[in-house]
């Protein structure tokens, strides 16, 4: 299970990667590569990933999506931030892999592009940044650890 996830994975920073490009050398995309990056995207929305081995799924008590995306969105807490908030004042046991798979990959993108940003505005490198990604235990896109490339490709 663990290979077809970290495939999906790979496949799917894959697709935004292309996308990223199709967008930035439009002049340089063809029928085929969009049509491939929108095939993965129907196909995508059929497949749940899986962060982590331990799966909560929270089906009574708070909504536990709605408090995390609160904190990380409205309020601009970080991810580790935000699993203090929830124990401290909601009582919610919950690891960075379930917190990655509660919010959601799109806010979990979002949540990482915001930390990395500002990482970037204090001159912390891209290798930098993914060894203390890889030291907080966040889950990685396309492997097992991040990579100063990945944290990149994430940022682009």
């Keep these: 299970m663990d290979k077809i996830r970290k495939l999906l994975e790979s496949v799917d920073a894959c697709a935004e990667r292309l996308e990223q490009l199709n967008n930035r050398f439009a002049h340089l995309a063809t029928e085929s590569t969009h049509e491939s990056v929108e095939t993965w995207k ?9 962060y982590g081995d ?3 799924v929270y089906t009574s008590g708070p909504d536990v999506q ?3 995306i609160e904190l990380l969105e409205k309020q601009g807490h970080s991810l ?24 959601g990959r799109t806010a979990y993108i979002a949540a990482l592009r915001r930390d990395a940003a500002e990482l970037l505005k204090n001159a912390i490198s891209f290798s930098q940044i993914a060894n203390l990604w890889n030291d907080l235990d966040r889950p990685a896109f396309g492997g097992e650890n991040w990579t100063a490339r990945s944290v990149a490709i994430l940022v682009e």
């Design 42 to 50: 129907k196909v995508k929305d059929r497949i749940q990933f899986d």
């Design 54 to 56: 331990e799966k909560k």
């Design 66 to 68: 709605a408090i995390a």
């Design 80 to 103: 580790e931030d935000v699993i203090d908030i929830l124990v401290t004042e909601h009582d919610i046991e919950i690891n960075i892999e379930g917190l990655a798979q509660t919010i």
